[in-house]
């Protein structure tokens, strides 16, 4: 089964960090450009970062800027969002997806569902 698996949440207080990881199942990753979505519980999905298949193209949403970071290894499979300085209202649960490469990728917008996995449960809260 193809798909991508999400992991490293859990909770922490404000101001924590926290890596994500997202791996793919059944696929190599480094001909996807990648995606980080955030859904919390009465709000829409929200886009927060995407990364070229490459890694030498990233996009952040304004929000996360300067604390965010998406690396990726594409050796290793694995797409990664650092989180530091974390807020209690980016409390959600967080996915990833491929997303639509080159000039769109500034837009992150999910490419395919088809790998879309379960999420992982972020929870800021001192």
């Known amino acids: 089964q193809l798909q991508l698996v999400e992991s490293g949440g859990g909770l922490v207080q404000p101001g924590g960090s926290l890596r994500l990881s997202c791996a793919a199942s059944?696929?190599?990753?480094?001909?996807?450009?990648i995606g980080w979505f955030r859904q919390a519980p009465g709000k829409e999905r929200e886009g927060i970062s995407c990364?070229?298949?490459?890694?030498?193209?990233?996009k952040y949403v304004d929000s996360v800027k300067g604390r965010f970071t998406i690396p990726r290894d594409n050796a290793k499979n694995t797409v990664y969002l650092q989180m530091n300085s974390l807020k209690p209202e980016e409390a959600a649960i967080y996915y990833c997806?491929?997303?639509?490469?080159?000039?769109?990728?500034?837009?992150?917008?999910?490419?395919?569902?088809?790998?879309w996995g379960q999420g992982t449960q972020v929870t800021v809260s001192s």
């Open positions: 059944g696929f190599t990753l480094d001909n996807y450009a």
């Open positions: 997806a491929p997303v639509r490469p080159g000039l769109l990728l500034r837009l992150c917008i999910v490419q395919s569902y088809d790998y």
């Open positions: 990364i070229s298949s490459s890694g030498g193209s990233t």
